[in-house]
């Protein structure tokens, strides 16, 4: 900063031979030192050392490449996932115990393919930066209804998952010219993944059963909207190749690591009886993950559920904060403009 300084106070004294020009750096000279802070110099002096890099460096030639990719997804299994399969086999081990009509089953959400808009901007010989980003959603509903065979006793539950996300990406790529074919580009990036995830969930339940001559039927309803965000990482390897001037097809591996917890949003339960509602409890939930004993079985069930209050019942263990898992291993196919 004083070198740069030094400079226009030598030009002032070595353009006295102009008196227009004289004028020109007095007034400048008063106005750097004078109405700049100190702190205000620095930033001034740095973004124009940071400027006369860009421009006289050879990285101004690279371009800004704005990338389309159609992205296939292999998610890794978590909460939910454990959940469904867990809830498939209390009914399963109920109709067991007490022999019945089972029909009906659940299915996890998966979230499929997705398009990622990707924008990478030069820095330095070769290396650059990378901003991205690409929504997820996934929706399953199922139902499974259960006849018990010895007495009046029906049973079904409808349960619906709908998951959404909005995934964003900055990192660092790097990428270099391979010298056995022109315009064959090998690239590397890594960097941090954000996601912000909403779950939505009903899970209903009736049961109509025959107690001393009489059929009571009960019904209960529970809806909860949960949102939260994680910070994660993702790295990923790809060739790049330029068909025709400004534009490039692509083709790219990358992993990314994600979990999100800490779900909280709003809940509403509500419990019938013959048609009467007797219990109606809305309030604010937080997602919460553990195993228990359904269904009056001997064997534990993992659960994915929302509770106003932290659950405490004694048959309760491993309790936790629910997650939902985004970890995935993306194939990557893609377009790259430069501009």
């Known amino acids: 900063m004083l070198l740069w300084r030094d400079s226009i106070l030598h030009l002032n004294d070595s353009t006295k031979g102009s008196q227009e020009a004289y004028k020109n750096l007095e007034f400048y000279r008063k106005l750097w030192e004078n109405d700049f802070s100190m702190g205000t110099k620095k930033i001034l002096a740095l973004l124009i050392l940071i400027c006369t890099l860009l421009i006289t460096h050879p990285v101004y030639a690279e371009k800004i490449g704005l990338k389309l990719s159609f992205n296939t997804n292999s998610y890794a299994e978590g909460d939910m996932e454990t959940w469904i399969s867990s809830l498939n086999s209390q009914w399963r081990g109920y109709s067991t115990e007490y022999p019945g009509t089972l029909a009906g089953g659940f299915v996890a959400p998966t979230y499929g393919s997705n398009i990622e808009i990707e924008l990478r901007i030069p820095i330095f010989k070769g290396f650059g930066l990378n901003f991205a980003g690409s929504r997820l959603s996934g929706l399953e509903e199922g139902e499974i209804t259960y006849s018990r065979g010895d007495r009046v006793q029906e049973e079904a539950q409808y349960l619906l998952n709908d998951v959404s996300g909005l995934n964003l990406k900055i990192g660092i790529s790097y990428a270099a010219e391979l010298p056995f074919l022109k315009g064959l580009h090998l690239f590397g990036n890594v960097g941090r993944h954000v996601i912000y995830a909403k779950y939505k969930v009903e899970n209903n339940n009736s049961l109509l059963i025959e107690t001393l001559g009489r059929e009571f039927l009960y019904e209960s309803k529970q809806e909860n909207s949960y ?7 993702y790295a990923g390897l790809g060739v790049e190749y330029d068909v025709i001037q400004h534009v490039a097809v692509v083709f790219e591996i990358e992993k990314i690591w994600s979990k999100v917890d800490g779900f909280k949003g709003s809940h509403l339960y509500r419990f019938y009886q013959d048609g009467e509602l007797v219990i109606d409890d809305p309030g604010k939930a937080s997602l919460y993950y ?17 509770h106003i209050d932290t659950p405490d019942d ?5 309790l936790r904060s629910g997650e939902l898992n985004f970890s995935t291993l993306q194939l990557k196919f893609g377009i790259r403009f430069k501009f």
Do not use: A, H, K, V
């Open 290 to 306: 553990y195993e228990d004993q359904m269904f009056g079985l001997d064997n534990y069930y993992e659960i994915l559920q929302g």
């Open 227 to 233: 949102s939260s965000d994680s910070l994660g990482w």
């Open 314 to 318: 004694e048959s309760i263990r491993n």
